[in-house]
């Protein structure tokens, strides 16, 4: 969602982007500013990535799906594509509905990347899968 009146846009992060987290200080030196955290709607499953450094999620959407605890960032529409750019793949930025009915830009993951990653959905979102201390959950 942009917001024309301040030349931002609104931003979803659902792992390694989080406050606390090690990729954060992306958002932060670009001068992004928290505005809340909140939930996706309840149609997205999340993944445990194999082989990332540091571990991210993947997130896709999907009929069976929870809703997924995502934090919201005000990004200066200027810096969003420099951020963009440092966005590795199998990830990329897409557009995420939240639990109020919203849709904004966030994270999502292509698919062919989940065929041999973790899910861990039912953690209900990346912080508590990582302070749960990351245990093995069934694969899909």
């Known amino acids: 969602m942009i917001d024309n009146s301040t030349e931002t846009i609104t931003l979803a992060v659902v792992g390694a982007h989080l ?3 090690p990729l954060n200080s992306q958002l932060t ?16 499953r999340l993944f445990a990535l ?3 450094a540091p571990p991210k999620p993947g997130l896709r959407r999907d009929s069976k799906g929870y809703a997924i605890v995502v934090e919201l960032w005000r990004l200066p529409l200027d ?4 951020f963009v750019a440092e966005v590795p793949p199998p990830l990329g930025i897409g557009t995420i509905e939240l639990a109020d009915g919203r ?15 973790q ?10 899968w990582i302070e749960s201390g990351m ?4 694969r899909q």
Do not use: H
Request: charged residues 20%; glycine residues 10%; aromatic residues 14%.
């Open 19 to 21: 406050r606390g987290m």
């Open 29 to 44: 030196q670009r001068n992004a500013a928290f505005l809340s955290e909140t939930t996706t709607a309840s149609c997205y």
């Open 50 to 52: 194999p082989e990332t």
């Open 79 to 82: 810096a969003f594509g420099s």
């Open 103 to 117: 849709w904004v830009k966030g994270f999502i993951c292509e698919p062919w990347a989940l065929e041999d990653a």
């Open 119 to 128: 899910e861990i959905s039912q953690f209900g979102g990346w912080r508590a």
């Open 135 to 138: 245990p093995s959950a069934p």
